[in-house]
């Protein structure tokens, strides 16, 4: 996942004579999740020692002397400027927790590792070292070094499980059109430890998956596979704590012995949007193999070569993938960079890309992951992806509704297809066998969520298998809740108060519409809470809302509600007030006056009321007193003339007796103001 290039090639000295150390002055420590541990990551600053220059940019080497730390298992650096490079070379030796003994001097590829299309923090990859309880570091460089150098210990903890890979089955988003693959084991997220307490931010998701990038973590190969969950779980936190990223990167990960983990957050079977190769993580997915994999001659970075049990495992969730969306692992796909101009990308903003339906992080990227040693083993993969993938059963499913990527129904649903001679059909829910058929089958779901597929048997005894389709039984009704209507600013009319209808709807599923029907047929979006109608002066009307969801359950909700005007004939007066006679006024008539303090009141009973004024250049301000407590100051001034403006409301939780009353201000050089009574609903 690591960048490499030309330009920023590693320095092959350790340490020069004159150069500057550093050492730590302060630190931070993640928070563990209560009842569990789920790991931190301890961050130390990096600044002189003395007799070291000062500016700190300025040095050329940077380090941390021999120390005793909290506990750790892997080792990372960042600083501060996500798109900026450490030219450089990075070493360190850890001291084993278990033995006190300390290790030989470690590299870390010193170039930054790839991150999402925003956010975060410049920063190695992770390099495992096992328990540890001492660190010794130095980073040197021909070049300045970036701004806010840290090394972060990550310390996995001991919440991961022992690994429990799910089996066959599970959902999936879409439907595979040509070919499909079966479902690997996966160690979900939950097994490996997760702190999901750490992930802000809910998934994003792409439209489908039409690549696969292979990685390699550069977090070195001296792990155990039982370590493999601290592992993952290491690089989780020091991409979460460590770079400030919404949830590790990647979408998968493989260990050493061929065992599949869970990435970033999502849903396994869905197209979860992930951050592992910048400009491209649109439509394809990311599969890390945990360990270093460069060429085994690298002088700064040795690497060994992939087992066949970690490729054969990259094959299977590869296959899977591509075949939820139909794409053949040994055919060829084009994405465009979504790499935003001058960030660093190797294509630029909205270039289209030819690639591999199965790449390497380096054919997008410029980089040199995954290794030279996995690298030349892609075409192994895709050949072994392909010879997982059968042709899939063309098959329909009906009487269930296709909404969000699942179909929904309330209790059945049926698939079609067409049958071959001699060959022998059953349907599946959940990986058990509830029905046969020849040419169609209908199951009978239990409220939940399910994986339906047809499984085929054929008289040569080959097998093949429908695509796994995700069938949503649902019987519960969407609710709407939060109704209520208010006045909105804007025209009144003889016949038409300006009103919103509030309200919020909801399903537990997949909400599919929401509606008016009274007292206007109206359709809305899903999301929309609120419509922007009129009410009948004078009249209780019924404002009623029907929600359905995607199954075809449905839920209505209504109110009554009385809307009228006061008007400014009604008001209580004090001052000096005239009355004007023009037709642009409700009812002909309007009071108007220029005498500072003069006063009109309306005492009403109501929800919600809205005062009902002229605008123009020339007018001025009012006080607004409601149930006798100055509320504010109201200008009617506007740049041009208009009249019967509902320009100010007020609203209480239930309907009952209120008073408003307004007060001239006498705005200097236009102290009239032009009043045409007041709106109110209860």
Wanted: charged residues 15%; contains cysteine.
């Amino acid at each position: 996942m690591l960048k490499r290039s030309a330009i920023g090639a590693s320095v092959a000295v350790l340490a020069v004579a004159g150069t500057v150390t550093y050492t730590v002055t302060s630190e931070t420590t993640a928070t563990r999740t209560a009842g569990s541990d789920r790991g931190r990551v301890h961050s130390r600053a990096l600044e002189d020692l003395p007799g070291a220059a000062s500016g700190g940019t300025g040095g050329k080497a940077k380090g941390l002397s021999r120390r005793t730390t909290e506990p750790f298992s892997m080792v990372g650096v960042t600083w501060d400027r996500p798109a900026e490079e450490l030219r450089g070379t990075i070493r360190f030796r850890a001291r084993d927790a278990g033995t006190g003994t300390w290790s030989g001097w470690k590299a870390i590829e010193p170039h930054s590792a790839d991150a999402p299309e925003h956010g975060g923090r410049g920063g190695t990859s992770g390099l495992w070292t096992g328990p540890s309880d001492g660190i010794e570091i130095t980073v040197a460089g021909a070049a300045a070094l970036p701004v806010g150098l840290r090394v972060d210990l990550i310390d996995p903890g001991t919440a991961g499980a022992t690994p429990r890979a799910l089996g066959e089955g599970g959902m999936r988003l879409m439907a595979a059109r040509d070919v499909t693959a079966p479902r690997p084991a996966i160690v979900p997220r939950a097994t490996w430890g997760a702190d999901e307490t750490l992930v802000k931010e809910p998934p994003e998701y792409d439209t489908s998956v039409k690549a696969a990038f292979v990685h390699h973590t550069t977090s070195g190969n001296d792990y155990t596979c039982a370590e493999s969950a601290a592992v993952v779980r290491s690089l989780f936190l020091y991409h979460v704590q460590g770079q400030g990223w919404n949830d590790i990167g990647y979408n998968f990960l493989v260990d050493k012995c061929g065992t599949l983990y869970e990435g970033r957050a999502g849903g396994a079977d869905r197209p979860v949007h992930g951050a592992h190769t910048y400009g491209f993580n649109t439509d394809t997915t990311g599969i890390a193999l945990l360990g270093t994999h460069t060429a085994a001659n690298d002088p700064d970075l040795p690497g060994v070569a992939p087992t066949q049990a970690s490729l054969n495992g990259a094959a299977k969730v590869a296959a899977w993938k591509l075949g939820l969306t139909g794409a053949d692992p040994t055919a060829r796909t084009t994405l465009t960079s979504a790499a935003p101009d001058g960030t660093g990308g190797k294509y630029p903003f909205g270039q289209e890309v030819e690639f591999g339906t199965i790449a390497g992080h380096r054919d997008g990227f410029a980089t040199a992951c995954p290794g030279e040693q996995l690298y030349a083993k892609l075409p192994a993969i895709r050949t072994a992806a392909k010879q997982i993938t059968v042709p899939a059963i063309a098959t329909e499913v009906t009487g269930a509704t296709l909404a969000g990527g699942r179909y929904h129904t309330r209790s059945t649903a049926t698939l079609k297809w067409s049958p071959a001679q001699g060959a022998t059909y059953k349907a599946h829910v959940d990986g058990k066998a509830v029905a046969t058929g020849t040419g169609s089958a209908t199951v009978t779901l239990a409220p939940g969520t399910h994986t339906v597929q047809l499984h085929g048997s054929y008289a040569d005894g080959t097998t093949s298998s429908s695509p796994a389709y995700t069938i949503v039984a649902d019987t519960t009704r969407p609710t709407i809740t939060g109704q209520a209507l208010y006045l909105r600013r804007s025209t009144v009319s003889g016949t038409a108060i300006p009103v919103a209808l509030h309200w919020k709807a909801a399903d537990n599923a997949f909400l599919a519409a929401v509606k008016a029907t009274s007292p206007a047929a109206k359709t809305f979006e899903t999301t929309a809470t609120s419509w922007a109608a009129s009410a009948k002066p004078y009249t209780t009307q019924s404002w009623s809302l029907t929600a359905a969801d995607a199954a075809g359950n449905t839920g209505t909700a209504a109110i009554s509600r009385y809307a009228g005007v006061t008007n400014e004939q009604s008001a209580t007066r004090t001052g000096t007030w005239k009355t004007t006679t023009t037709a642009s006024y409700l009812g002909g008539r309007g009071l108007y006056s220029s005498a500072k303090g003069a006063g009109a009141s309306w005492t009403f009973t109501g929800r919600t009321a809205g005062l009902i004024v002229k605008r123009g250049s020339g007018l001025g301000a009012v006080h607004v007193y409601v149930d006798g407590a100055k509320l504010g100051t109201l200008d009617t001034r506007a740049s041009t003339t208009s009249y019967r403006q509902l320009i100010w409301t007020r609203s209480w939780s239930a309907s009952g007796k209120h008073t408003i009353k307004i007060v001239v201000a006498g705005t200097s050089g236009r102290p009239t103001v032009g009043i045409d009574g007041l709106a109110y609903i209860r």
